[in-house]
């Protein structure tokens, strides 16, 4: 059974930035297209970035756009979400998941922005 493991998440002040890393166990993870979602309290899940398995194509939700970004290493089975600019607004738990076979959820990455 494929697990997925987020990590990378903490504290940042508004500005920030922050690197999360999900690694995937299985290789049929290379031929999934993966997102990254977020739950903030109180509110539903919402995916926020996806990218096809060879990474050629990528998608984001309109209040990330130009400055999130999704990227993945097959060979590592790792996807990542690079998040720059950060504000408060994006403080949430973060998880990966894949969208072409949804696998069991992770334990999600923590992500505070705040000063």
């Known amino acids: 059974q494929v697990q997925l493991v987020e990590s990378g998440g903490g504290l940042v002040q508004p500005g920030g930035s922050l690197r999360l890393s999900c690694a995937a166990s299985?290789?049929?993870?290379?031929?999934?297209?993966m997102g990254w979602y977020r739950q903030a309290p109180g509110k539903q899940r919402e995916l926020v970035a996806s990218i096809t398995s060879g990474g050629g194509t990528t998608n984001y939700a309109d209040s990330v756009k130009g400055r999130f970004t999704i990227s993945r290493d097959n060979a590592k089975n790792t996807v990542y979400l690079q998040m720059n600019s950060l504000k408060p607004e994006d403080t949430a738990v973060y998880y990966c998941?894949?969208?072409?076979?949804?696998?069991?959820w992770g334990q999600g990455t923590q992500v505070t922005v705040s000063s």
């Open positions: 299985g290789s049929i993870f290379r031929f999934h297209v």
């Open positions: 998941n894949s969208l072409t076979l949804p696998l069991p």
